[in-house]
């Protein structure tokens, strides 16, 4: 299945160029109906005029940067499920936020860097594999990532200015700062000890592209780290070390801290600027619901991924990852949280979605489609 089409609404205008047909336009609207037509129920919305999105993250909402940016091979079976074909996205099909976009009734965010056939007119994605906050001024570093935004924006010629004061800012990052970290055989006090850090980085980010006219942000916090089959089949820990449902004690720990501190920085940034609206969303909660109670939403050895090598307890091997040659794979029918080790499965992302959108883990209480203008 292609890749669905751009979004070409913004703010309830249908716009195209001059140079095209009123046959390519009518061709248009058709595939965007039945595109639209095809999305179940529990994800589309009832949004009239869809925000536009700007995300900026890691491979957690990476949809094809990586490959647009450094080339690089992202293989079958990654999209197998939903769209039957690698879209660069390190899942079996779409991730959360694909469901977010599809929320609120605008397709897929293309990646920044991908020039073929965008026209980015619902938003664009900045998210890039890998990206961390720190070190600064790195590819794809967040700052990196704002910097590319500006760039953006100041060559635009397709947003009005409106368009970017009323587009929705999406920030879903800070996982690879504590793997990073962790991976460098720091303590847990060394690593938390670097988290005001990151999280200074995520103010910088908020306060530049506030600078730059923007006034509605969207936060993630960082997942359960020591969940993550990669972190469990490589990281040598002892048993006192994993929690009641096998995750690493630590690593998760960390991650609740920074998650804490993030949550103090977006009241802080909603306290000073008081012309925004700036939503946190708990998605660590989300997610660890998920592994500690896998059988109540249908997922068999949650710890386990997919997509891998090595069979149980993680199905993990660095030396054979999903998509490179010797991997296994799980039947398409059955259930799994992890895709590929590190990241979800299309099934697990659909329901972190759903969970995100009912604004139960919200502060504060906002709905996602509150930012259609």
Request: include cysteine.
């Amino acid at each position: 299945m292609a890749s669905p089409p751009l979004c070409s609404f913004c703010h309830g205008r249908f716009t195209f160029s001059s140079s095209k047909t009123i046959h390519e336009v009518l061709l248009y609207l058709l595939l965007l109906s039945t595109f639209l037509g095809s999305l179940p129920n529990s994800v589309l919305g009832e949004c009239k005029n869809p925000p536009v999105i700007f995300n900026f993250g890691d491979s957690n909402s990476d949809t094809g940067g990586l490959v647009a940016g450094l080339g690089y091979s992202i293989n079958f079976p990654n999209g197998r499920t939903f769209f039957r074909r690698s879209t660069g996205r390190l899942s079996d099909g779409r991730l959360i936020i694909d469901f977010l976009c599809q929320s609120v009734d605008t397709t897929f965010l293309s990646p920044y860097l991908d020039s073929m056939g965008s026209t980015f007119l619902n938003g664009a994605n900045f998210a890039i594999a890998g990206s961390s906050t720190l070190p600064k001024n790195v590819p794809f570093s967040l700052n990196i990532q704002v910097m590319q935004f500006v760039h953006f924006k100041d060559r635009s010629i397709q947003l009005v200015a409106a368009g970017f004061r009323n587009g929705l800012y999406v920030i879903d990052i800070g996982q690879n700062d504590l793997a990073d970290s962790f991976a460098k055989n720091l303590s847990y006090k060394e690593v938390v000890k670097k988290i005001p850090s990151v999280i200074l980085e995520i103010k910088y980010a908020v306060e530049d592209i506030y600078a730059q006219g923007g006034r509605k942000f969207w936060v993630h916090n960082t997942g359960p780290l020591g969940c993550l089959p990669q972190k469990l089949s490589t990281v040598q820990k002892a048993p006192d070390d994993l929690d009641p449902y096998g995750c690493i004690s630590s690593y998760n720990d960390a991650a609740r801290v920074f998650n804490e501190a993030l949550l103090l920085l977006c009241e802080e940034l909603r306290y000073e600027k008081k012309d925004a609206t700036i939503v946190y969303v708990d998605v660590y909660t989300i997610k660890y619901d998920l592994i500690a109670n896998s059988t109540k939403y249908g997922f068999s050895s949650p710890l386990m991924a997919c997509c891998g090598f090595g069979g149980p307890p993680y199905n993990y091997d660095i030396r054979v990852t999903c998509g490179h040659p010797g991997h296994q794979v799980c039947d398409e029918d059955s259930k799994y949280v992890s895709w590929d080790g590190i990241h979800y499965t299309e099934a697990a992302n659909s329901i972190i979605a759903s969970k995100i959108l009912s604004t139960d883990y919200s502060t504060p209480r906002i709905a996602f489609d509150y930012f259609c203008n």
